[in-house]
């Protein structure tokens, strides 16, 4: 995420918020102390809150927060010593945050899986009109957005492709 | 219908990332002949909506049947929807790590013991088949 918030080692928005890409994929790479899944939906729903915690080993911490609890914690240091990755389920999740008052240098747009309505931009990332906006506004605001699934997989710059 | 009865008409719906499924499914086939309702769905190029859909599509058609979910990865998105799929239905089970001896066991064993026992055979036998060979 850069800035003053450091122990963000990866701010990623992902459709599928927990799974195999982020555990295995950027887990084995950044070995977190610990992950933030940062929704309003499910940090509300005591039933997907249990169903992702436990699918993340027992090594990683969880911690499912609402988005402004999420600014909240990151903003008051309670995360500071540790290594975090920090989960969103869509661009204006991303919007919001920086409107809570977390800035925002970088985020990895790297799950944003087909449906209905969305149109290809990588085989890794499909976006409808609204998300095209949304992302045209994060450019707006000097965030880099990195479209990358894995690591490994070629750096994109996704900034010129959603202008 | 006794319990065997029931076991024999066991559904598997095997749910994998990439084309794992349709793959194992073919090779188990393969092996063991046409099987009738084992089916494949590979589910990682779709998004979280559509792979429930198409679980609860099958579980749906089949009335009150038992069903295994075989999924691959424990704790991945195939793992996650598959459990809110089944969500509060009766006598449907999901096992992860599905490789291709489960998948035989299954294909052999339906219809020979009663559901909950041919689970735990199932879940048995693939842990049997993950082994160092040291000859």
Redesign the interface.
Known sequence: MGGEYRMIALFRVD??L???QV?LGWGSVLKPDRIILADDEVASNE?EKN??A????PEIKVSILPLPETAAQIKRGIFDTERVILLVRHPKDVVALMDLGLPVSEVNVGGL???EGRAKVLDNVYIDAEERSIMRELVKRGVILDGRAVPGSRAVRLNSRVV | MSDEKQSERTAGIVVT?GKLADELVRTAELIVGKQEELYAISGS??????VIDRIRGIIVRRGDMHAIVFVD?????C??NS??AV?HEEGIKIISGVNLPVLLAFATKRGTMPFEEMVDHIIRRGRESVKMIDL
């Open positions: 459709d599928r927990i799974h195999g555990i039933w169903l992702y436990a699918s993340v080993p899986h087909y449906r | 990332h190029d779709l998004c979280d909506e559509n990865y424990f704790g991945g998105s793992c996650i459990v809110r969500e």
